[in-house]
């Protein structure tokens, strides 16, 4: 199984900061990678699509880059409603796999 | 507007199947992928496995042979069974839609609480 590692797994950050979470394949996936947030008690929500392309819909403070082994989200400028879990998947090789996940809390 | 929906008991024995509906609208389902995730209190997301074409399936090799998904075309529905089912797999299971081409999970039901417990 492709293995996903989040960094950090725990974030504190405050209103407005600029965020950037990183995940790191074990192979390369090429862009086939997903962002989701998740709030409490909630289901995942699709952020981004294809390591880069943001789901229709979504504010533009979220952007995605990356390719291959490496990929990052960046929030832009952290809203309260942004604090939250954050998950990649990868859906280049089965099984999908999904990265431990990075707690975003309220410094 | 898509909207999916999970149906089941909340409570299984171990050993026994667990057995849970996802009702689809707002979509056909006999176009996309149809996915089963689940998350184990306070852990994270497991793909456990999708259907598509209306039969066919790719699993999770770490449920080995447990997991059946399976569509009823008629009813806008899919299913998940997982077999001899033990504490291991108590979580909330989510079914989802799965964009085709690699483009990500963009609808969720709301998820539900599988417990399993004698």
């Known amino acids: 199984d492709i293995q996903l590692t989040q960094s950090p797994s725990f974030l504190s950050a405050s209103v407005g900061d600029r965020v950037t979470i990183t995940c790191r394949a074990s192979q390369v996936i090429s862009n086939y990678l997903a962002w989701y947030q998740q709030g409490p008690g909630k289901a995942p929500k699709l952020l981004i699509y294809a390591a880069s392309t943001l789901q229709s819909g979504l504010l533009s403070r979220f952007s995605g880059s990356g390719s291959g082994t490496e990929f990052t989200l960046t929030i832009s400028s952290l809203q309260p409603e942004d604090f939250a879990t954050y998950y990649c998947?990868?859906?280049?090789?089965?099984?999908?796999?999904f990265g431990q996940g990075t707690k975003v809390e309220i410094k | 507007q898509v909207q999916l929906q999970e149906s089941g008991p909340g409570l299984v024995r171990p050993s026994e199947t667990l057995s849970l509906t996802c009702t689809v609208s707002?979509?056909?389902?006999?176009?996309?992928?149809w996915t089963w995730i689940r998350q184990p209190p306070g852990k994270g997301l497991e793909w456990m496995g999708h259907i598509f074409n209306s039969g066919n399936t790719d699993y999770n090799p770490s449920l080995k042979s447990r997991v059946t998904i399976s569509v009823d075309a008629s009813k806008q529905r899919f299913s998940l069974q997982l077999t001899s089912v033990t504490a291991a797999d108590t979580a909330v299971y989510y079914c989802a839609r799965e964009n085709s081409g690699s483009f990500g999970i963009d609808y969720w039901g709301q998820g539900t609480l599988v417990t399993v417990s004698s």
């Open positions: 707002g979509a056909s389902i006999n176009s996309y992928y």
């Open positions: 998947q990868q859906l280049n090789y089965y099984p999908w796999t």
